[in-house]
């Protein structure tokens, strides 16, 4: 077996695409024959690989820098954490032999690559999240940079890797996009009926986080009602923007009409809910998983015009774009969806041809498996 170390010291624990992503990779590798260890303080890492038995230890590499506090902070912790990485990486270079390490968070990346290569490992990074202000505008980055010229670098998608190379000054040749794939037989494709049906549910899978843009939907939301009565909001997720969006969906009258269905372990029976789909993101979105998932389920899909979506989304062809922010935009689209019923059976077509070539599972693990083993 081939013994690859993740780690990940994150500024903020939260279950989101990169989370999935992770367990996605570890969970079919397995099955290839290699082995995984986790080391980290991410909260959620530590409690979903626990809970399916695999081998995670927790650790101490200070917080992450990526807030003017803990880049504050820095100066302090970055020597203790160094050495706590060092002697971290020492211990499973002999005790089982890892030769490949796998870094998720800015903490390991920057600090935890020299001792890498020092003790015989190979380094990749895995970039989730498109390069704003935690990276971009980060004094570290000219380090990070530095570092990069001696790893492998993996975006999930090719807005990222268009940032990394123009604004943080990344060679070309130390990234390979590797696009984030869905396991196809786990979301049944719903039989589309809209020419008989009398509602018209508005779907929505997301963390409820200031970037996902979920205010923006409950607005749209009040305006699509005014010519759909009907129209009615499910949001599956949860976050600290919870309380803040029940007092909004009072005010706006809303109460009656949207369904707060919380984190879901698993989210595909949900989308068979869905009569649309919408990912409302204002501040960033690397990719969208979620959009993948509603499209091979046979859902219409909206997605803001940001970030990685407009690599999955050709709009007006297998789904619909709109405007970061701009509630107005996102009800004309979700009444262009309900007043346009034979196009959207042709766009719903389209959209589950695109993720069956392009973001199957399948072709993500077969270039993953490429790029551990080499």
Sequence with gaps: MRPILILKFPYSSLFGGGERHTLMIVEAMQKKGLSFFFAGSCRVLLKEFRARRWLAMRWWAGPEPVSRWTLLLWPFTAPLAGLSLLGLLLWYRLRHGVRTLYCLSLTEKILGTIPARLCGMRVIWIEHV???????QNPLRWWYARMARLVNIVPVSHVIATQLQDDIHVPAERIQVIYTGINLKQFVRKDYD?????????????????????????????????????????????????????????????????????????????????????????TRESF??????????????????????????????????AQPGNSQDLADQLLWLYNNRSAVRTMVDAAYDRVAHDFSEVRMMQQFYALLVH
């Design 130 to 136: 498109t390069c704003e202000r935690w990276l971009s």
């Design 194 to 282: 809209w020419e008989k049906s009398a509602r018209y549910n508005i779907g929505c899978v997301a963390r409820l986080e200031k970037e996902k843009g979920i205010e923006y939907l409950l607005h749209a939301l009040k305006i699509v009602r005014e010519f759909v009565p009907f129209a009615r909001l499910i949001i599956v997720g949860e976050g600290s923007e919870r309380k803040k969006l029940t007092w909004l969906t009072e005010r706006l009258d809303l109460k009656e009409h949207v369904q707060w269905i919380g984190r879901q372990r698993d989210v595909a029976p949900w989308y068979h809910y869905f009569d649309a789909y919408v990912l409302p993101s204002v």
């Design 288 to 321: 969208g998983i979620t959009i993948l998932e509603a499209m091979a389920s046979g859902i219409p899909v909206i997605a803001s015009r940001i970030g990685g979506t407009g690599e999955i989304i050709t709009h007006g062809v297998n789904g619909r774009l």
